[in-house]
C-alpha cells in the first residue's frame, strides 16, 4: 500500500505529462548525441567540408569577399536541414524499424510531446554544431560580420526554427507511412533544398517564383533575412523584406505546428488500420 | 576454381547490388531520384557561376567545373558504395556473416557491390553531362573527343575508386557507430583536394602536395583533357604535363594505392574477425 501511494508511483496526466514526455524525449537529443564525441566531430567537419569546397569555388571565380560569408552562414544552416531530415522527419521511420514505434504508441502520453521533444532537443543540440560551423568558417575566412539589429537578427532565427522544426514535424507523419523508400526520400530532399533555399548563393538570384516557391522551407526566408541583418552588403542582395519575412516565417510557424498536429492524428490512426505500425520492409 | 568463385561473387554482388538500388520504388520515382539530385548539385555551381561571373558561360573556368563535378558523381558512387555495402549489410540487413561462411570471395563480393553503384552513377553522369551540353553550351564536340585517352582513363579510374573503396571498406569493418560518415566524409575531402571544381592553385600553398599526391586529382584532369582538350589544358596546375606524363603519373597512384587498400582490408578483415566484428550491430 506503502508502495502505491509513495511518490514513485504518482502518476503524471495532464500538461504534467505532456510536459515530461518532452523532456524526457529532448534529453537523449541534448545530452546522449554529446556523448558520442565522434559524431559531434563528423557532424561539424562535414558541413565545413562543403563550405570550404563553395568558398574555394567562390575564390577561383574572384567573388567578393561577403560570398564568401554567405557560404559560411549557408554550411552553418545545413546543420539544421539535416538535423530535421535525418533525425525528425526520418525518425518516426527508425523508431519502427527498431521496434520502438508500437511502445511510443502503446505508452500512455501524447505523441505531439514526442514529436516536440524531439524538435527541441534536436534544435538546442543542432545549434552547438551550427555554432561551432560558424566560428571554424569565420576563423579560417576572415568572414566580417556587421549586426543591424540584435532583435530582429533573435526573431529571424527563432521563428525560422519554430517553422524548420514544424515542418520536420509534418513531414516525420508522412515519412511514419513510408518503407524502404524513407532513406531514399530524405537523401532526396538534401541537394534540391540546398538549391531552391540559396543555402551558398543569395536566393534573389533565382526567378522570383522558384524563390517564392522556396519560401514554404522556412530556412529559404530565414538565410535571406539573417544574411540581410548581419552582411554589410546583404539588404543589396535580399530577397524581401526583412519586416515582409519575420511575418511570413511567424505564419508558417503557426501553420506548421498545427498542421503537423492534425496531420500526426490522422497519420497515425491510417498506420494502425492498415497496420503498418509494426511492419519492417527492408 | 578461385577464378570462378571470384566470378561468381563478383556478379551475384554486382546483381544484388543493383536490386538494392532500384527496387525500393517504380521506375517513374526512381527516373526522377536519379535525374533531380546529381543535376540540382550541378544546378547549385552553376548558379554561383553565373552569378559571379554574370551568366559568361564561354569562360574555360566554367567546363571545368561542370566536368569536374559531373565526374566526380563517380568517388561518391563507386568509392562510397563499396564500403557502404558492409554498413548495408552488417547493420541493415544484418547478412555480412552469412556472406562470409558462403563459398565467395569477400573483397570481390564488396567490389561487385559497387559496380551496381557504378551503373547508376553512370546514369547521373551521363544525364549531367548531357544537359550541360544541351542547356549550358558546355563546349564538347563529340567529333573532337579523344575516345581512347577517354576510355583509358575512365576504366583506370573506376578500378582505383572500387580499390579505395575496399580500403574504406576495411576501415568500416573495424569500426562501429559512426561507420556511415567513413565514405561521405572521405569523398568531401577528396572534392577539395582533387580539383574537381576549382584549379589546386586556388588552395593555400601547403595544401597543395596533398592534392598532387592523390590519383583522382590527375583522373579528373584526363578526362577533361580527353573531352575538351584545348580548354582543360588552360589551367596552370597541371599544365606542364603531357596526356601521356598524366596518364603514367595516373597509373602509377593508382597501383600504389591498390596494393595499400589490399593491405589494408587485409589486415582490418583479420582484426574484424578476431574481434567479432564481423556480426556485430549497434542499431546506429
Given at each position: ?12 496526466t ?5 510536459l515530461?514526455?518532452?523532456i524526457?524525449?529532448a534529453?537523449?537529443?541534448v545530452?546522449?548525441?554529446q556523448?558520442e564525441i ?5 557532424e ?9 569546397s ?11 569577399e561577403?560570398y564568401?560569408?554567405?557560404v559560411?552562414?549557408?554550411?552553418a544552416?545545413?546543420?539544421f ?6 533525425s525528425m522527419?526520418?525518425q ?5 524499424e527498431t521496434?520502438?514505434?508500437a511502445l511510443y ?9 514526442i ?10 543540440a543542432?545549434?552547438?554544431?551550427a555554432?561551432?560551423?560558424t566560428v571554424f ?11 543591424t ?7 529571424v ?7 524548420l522544426?514544424?515542418?520536420?514535424m509534418m513531414m ?6 513510408f518503407g ?9 530532399a ?18 522570383f517564383?522558384?524563390a517564392?516557391?522556396a519560401?514554404i522551407?522556412?530556412l529559404t526566408?530565414?538565410?535571406?533575412a539573417?544574411r ?26 503557426v501553420v506548421?505546428?498545427a498542421?503537423?498536429?492534425f496531420?500526426l ?15 519492417s520492409?527492408? | ?8 561473387s563478383?556478379?551475384m ?6 536490386l538494392?538500388?532500384?527496387n525500393?520504388?517504380?521506375?517513374f520515382l526512381f527516373?526522377?531520384y536519379s ?5 540540382s548539385g550541378?544546378?547549385?555551381l ?5 552569378i559571379?561571373t554574370?551568366g559568361n ?9 561542370y566536368l569536374?563535378?559531373a565526374?566526380y558523381?563517380?568517388?561518391?558512387a563507386v ?5 557502404w555495402?558492409?554498413v ?6 544484418k547478412t ?6 558462403a ?8 567490389l561487385?557491390r ?9 546514369i ?17 564536340q563529340?567529333a573532337?573527343?579523344?575516345w581512347?585517352?577517354?576510355s583509358v ?6 578500378v582505383?575508386?572500387?580499390?579505395l573503396?575496399?580500403?574504406?571498406a ?18 568531401a575531402t ?6 574537381a ?5 586556388v588552395?593555400p ?9 592523390m ?17 582543360a589544358?588552360a589551367f ?7 596526356n ?12 600504389f594505392?591498390?596494393i595499400?587498400s589490399l ?16 556480426d556485430?550491430t549497434?542499431?546506429?
Amino acid at each position: 500500500m506503502n508502495a502505491v501511494s509513495s511518490k514513485y508511483s504518482r502518476k503524471d496526466t495532464g500538461w504534467r505529462l505532456f510536459l515530461k514526455t518532452i523532456i524526457a524525449r529532448a534529453y537523449p537529443r541534448v545530452i546522449g548525441q554529446q556523448r558520442e564525441i565522434s559524431w559531434v566531430l563528423f557532424e561539424v567537419v562535414m558541413p565545413m567540408l562543403a563550405v570550404c569546397s563553395y568558398v574555394f569555388v567562390y575564390r577561383a571565380l574572384k567573388a567578393p569577399e561577403e560570398y564568401i560569408g554567405f557560404v559560411v552562414m549557408g554550411g552553418a544552416m545545413t546543420a539544421f536541414w539535416m538535423n530535421v531530415l535525418w533525425s525528425m522527419s526520418s525518425q518516426l521511420y527508425w523508431e519502427k524499424e527498431t521496434g520502438n514505434l508500437a511502445l511510443y504508441i502503446m505508452a500512455p502520453n501524447s505523441m505531439m510531446a514526442i514529436l516536440l521533444g524531439m524538435a527541441l532537443g534536436g534544435m538546442v543540440a543542432t545549434a552547438m554544431r551550427a555554432v561551432a560551423v560558424t566560428v571554424f568558417g569565420t576563423l579560417m575566412f576572415a568572414v566580417e560580420f556587421e549586426v543591424t539589429s540584435y532583435l530582429q537578427l533573435f526573431a529571424v532565427f527563432m521563428l525560422a526554427m519554430i517553422a524548420l522544426y514544424g515542418l520536420g514535424m509534418m513531414m516525420a507523419s508522412a515519412f511514419l507511412l513510408f518503407g524502404r523508400e524513407a532513406w531514399h526520400m530524405a537523401n532526396l530532399a538534401q541537394e534540391p533544398i540546398f538549391l531552391a533555399s540559396g543555402f551558398y548563393f543569395p536566393i534573389k538570384s533565382l526567378p522570383f517564383w522558384v524563390a517564392a516557391g522556396a519560401s514554404i522551407i522556412p530556412l529559404t526566408l530565414g538565410m535571406d533575412a539573417m544574411r540581410q541583418l548581419v552582411f554589410p552588403s546583404g539588404f543589396r542582395l535580399g530577397f524581401l523584406d526583412v519586416r515582409t519575412e519575420i511575418i511570413i516565417l511567424a505564419i508558417l510557424s503557426v501553420v506548421f505546428v498545427a498542421v503537423s498536429k492534425f496531420l500526426l492524428a490522422y497519420v497515425e490512426k491510417l498506420a494502425v488500420r492498415e497496420g503498418r505500425i509494426t511492419e519492417s520492409r527492408r | 576454381m578461385q577464378n570462378s568463385t571470384s566470378w561468381r561473387s563478383f556478379r551475384m554482388a554486382a546483381w544484388l547490388g543493383w536490386l538494392i538500388e532500384s527496387n525500393w520504388t517504380d521506375p517513374f520515382l526512381f527516373a526522377v531520384y536519379s535525374i533531380v539530385k546529381p543535376l540540382s548539385g550541378a544546378a547549385i555551381l552553376v548558379v554561383m557561376y553565373g552569378i559571379i561571373t554574370q551568366g559568361n558561360f564561354q569562360s574555360a573556368l566554367f567546363p571545368y567545373i561542370y566536368l569536374g563535378n559531373a565526374f566526380y558523381i563517380y568517388v561518391g558512387a563507386v568509392m562510397t558504395g563499396v564500403s557502404w555495402a558492409v554498413v548495408d549489410d552488417r547493420e541493415h540487413y544484418k547478412t555480412l556473416k552469412y556472406m562470409y561462411i558462403a563459398p565467395i570471395y569477400i573483397p570481390v563480393y564488396l567490389l561487385g557491390r559497387g559496380a551496381a553503384r557504378f551503373i547508376t552513377g553512370s546514369i547521373a553522369v551521363i544525364i549531367t553531362i548531357l544537359t550541360g551540353v544541351l542547356f549550358l553550351k558546355v563546349p564538347l564536340q563529340v567529333a573532337e573527343i579523344d575516345w581512347l585517352l577517354f576510355s583509358v582513363t575512365l576504366f583506370v579510374g573506376i578500378v582505383m575508386l572500387a580499390m579505395l573503396g575496399l580500403l574504406l571498406a576495411g576501415v568500416t569493418l573495424t569500426t562501429a557507430r559512426h561507420e556511415g560518415f567513413i565514405g561521405e566524409a572521405t569523398a568531401a575531402t577528396l572534392y577539395i583536394f582533387s580539383g574537381a571544381v576549382f584549379p589546386l592553385d586556388v588552395l593555400p600553398n601547403w595544401l597543395r602536395p596533398i592534392g598532387y599526391f592523390m590519383p583522382t586529382t590527375y583522373w579528373l584532369e584526363l578526362l577533361r583533357r580527353s573531352l575538351v582538350g584545348n580548354v582543360a589544358q588552360a589551367f596552370p596546375t597541371l599544365s606542364n604535363f603531357s596526356n601521356m606524363q598524366i596518364l603514367g603519373i595516373l597509373l602509377g597512384l593508382s597501383l600504389f594505392f591498390g596494393i595499400v587498400s589490399l593491405q589494408v582490408f587485409k589486415v582490418c578483415d583479420r582484426i574484424a574477425r578476431e574481434r567479432g566484428m564481423i556480426d556485430r550491430t549497434t542499431n546506429y
